[in-house]
T-cell receptor
Framework: DVKVTQSSRYLVKRTGEKVFLECVQD?????MFWYRQDPGLGLRLIYF???????EKGDIPEGYSVSREKKERFSLILESASTNQTSMYLC?????????FGAGTRLSVL | GDSVTQMEGPVTLSEEAFLTINCTYT??????LFWYVQYPGEGLQLLLK?????DKGSNKGFEATYRKETTSFHLEKGSVQVSDSAVYFC?????????????FGKGTMLLVSP
């Protein structure tokens, strides 16, 4: 089975902190994604990556950056966390046109 | 751009009732269509998919048929169980999407009572 692992299930951070959300997949997938999930808004794509060191902006990239130094790992970075970034963050990887998701990280920014 | 519209929830049913969750889409050509399910406290899991018109995806008693003429992909189950309580997301992947990006609907919460 495909496994996508997000390093934390819950995080609490302060406004202005730099936050790293980590994601690892074990299926050698080229494509990886970061979404945020908010009530009433569904899932919105933040960034995706189609290869090591390659990235593309999604629908809501403002306030975020990403890093993909190794094929299996895709990190989401909040350079200076703000309260409006409190959300559930979901990482995914894709193979054969199917996306697989991690369990999510619920981030609270106080 | 591409979009997916789902019926708003929550949908509240008694066990063994018939379920329909409506999903319509806007996209060029022939996108691939998916239903994902999210159980409480978990990430999304693929429930079923269809990649071309008139295809029927099915899994765990759930079914959905790709209707090009009505641009729809409604989710159905003949007899729901309490364990089906979850949020259901309809999604599409554009035709010839080399990156497998998905556009999601807003999700529909299903609550099944005993």
């Amino acid at each position: 089975d495909v496994k996508v692992t997000q390093s934390s299930r819950y995080l609490v951070k302060r406004t202005g902190e730099k936050v790293f959300l980590e994601c690892v997949q074990d299926m050698d997938h080229e494509n990886m994604f970061w979404y945020r999930q908010d009530p009433g808004l569904g899932l919105r794509l933040i960034y995706f990556s189609y290869d090591v060191k390659m990235k593309e902006k999604g629908d809501i990239p403002e306030g975020y950056s990403v890093s993909r130094e190794k094929k299996e790992r895709f990190s989401l970075i909040l350079e200076s966390a703000s309260t409006n970034q409190t959300s559930m963050y979901l990482c995914g990887s894709a193979g054969l046109n199917i996306q697989y998701f991690g369990a999510g990280t619920r981030l609270s920014v106080l | 751009g591409d979009s997916v519209t789902q019926m708003e929830g929550p949908v509240t049913l008694s066990e063994e009732a018939f379920l329909t969750i409506n999903c319509t889409y806007t996209a060029t050509g022939y996108p691939s269509l998916f239903w994902y399910v999210q159980y409480p406290g978990e990430g999304l899991q693929l429930l079923l998919k269809a990649t071309k018109a008139d295809d029927k995806g099915s899994n765990k008693g759930f079914e959905a048929t790709y209707r090009k003429e009505t641009t729809s992909f409604h989710l159905e189950k003949g007899s729901v169980q309490v364990s089906d309580s979850a949020v259901y997301f309809c999604a599409l992947s554009p035709m010839n999407s080399g990156y497998s990006t998905l556009t999601f609907g807003k999700g529909t919460m299903l609550l099944v009572s005993p």
